[in-house]
């Protein structure tokens, strides 16, 4: 289990995370939603351990993350953040293999069991056919699915992605989430995922978590959480609820 303990963090006098609590589990995606600057990214930065809390903790299976080194955390946790590194000059393959750096001693060569990892991590997300691809030349889904098969050969029980469907149109939004809803129901990954469009939130999370200012202001399942007055409570925006036409979900209008 993921937790965050009364997590709170001040920087130059300014309040990024208040008295936060919350768990990640394996077997489950959450979908971390708000407004802009309402501390997403900074929650999950602090449970990747990027950014040490002014007070609480985050704690890895009843252990507090401080106590492990980096690369035994990252043998734990994949952390995919918004602004993706430049890895321009490598190809999918070689960019996928730097997942495995955590399982490897200094300068080893990848063993087999790294390109097994590796091997499956492209067929996982359908990169094979883009495996000696350079990532420049690759479209915005493409690159979304390299960079997540490079989190996957990392070979860890949690996922962490700060805005995964970020500058993506809706067809690769669709494809990269339900690639994500997958890997949680055969993998039992736990994944934690910041998410813009509350209604794909609806649809493909198991539970919502709603920042603002700072705070969870809401913690909860889907059919807590699309009710009108908590999505105006999230979003300081009315909204009105349709049943989907073929699911019969509710889908938030504003």
């Not at 990214?41 to 993350?65: C, F, H, Q, W, Y």
């Not at 990848?110 to 990892?117: F, G, N, T, V």
């Not at 690759?138 to 490079?150: D, N, P, Q, T, V």
Request: hydrophobic share 40%.
């Amino acid at each position: 289990m993921l937790r965050a303990n009364n997590l709170n963090l001040h920087i130059q006098g300014n309040t990024l995370l208040d008295n936060v609590d919350c768990e990640i589990a394996t077997n489950q995606l959450v979908a971390l939603v708000g407004h802009n600057g309402s501390g997403k990214s900074t929650l999950i930065k602090a449970l990747v351990g990027e950014m040490r809390s002014s007070s609480g903790d985050v704690t890895l299976n009843e252990r507090s993350i401080s106590d492990y080194g980096s690369k035994e955390l990252a043998q734990h946790m994949a952390y995919l953040p918004q602004q993706l590194p430049d890895a321009a000059g490598f190809t999918v393959r070689e960019l996928v293999m730097l997942g495995r750096y955590p399982h490897q001693k200094w300068l080893q060569k990848p063993s087999q069991i790294d390109k097994d990892k590796v091997a499956e991590a492209l067929s996982v997300t359908q990169t094979e056919a883009l495996a000696e691809r350079i990532t420049a030349t690759l479209s915005g889904g493409e690159r979304a699915r390299a960079w997540l098969a490079m989190c996957l050969a990392q070979d860890t029980r949690y996922l962490l992605l700060d805005e995964p469907l970020a500058a993506l149109d809706m067809h690769y939004q669709l494809e990269v989430i339900q690639l994500i809803r997958r890997l949680v129901d055969e993998q039992g990954l736990g994944v934690i995922m910041i998410v813009h469009d509350i209604n794909l939130a609806a649809q493909y999370a198991d539970r919502i978590i709603a920042l603002k200012n700072g705070r969870i202001c809401h913690n909860g399942t889907i059919t807590s959480t699309m009710q009108p007055d908590i999505l105006r409570n999230i979003f300081n925006v009315d909204m009105q609820l349709l049943n989907h036409p073929i699911t019969g979900q509710p889908v938030a209008v504003a």
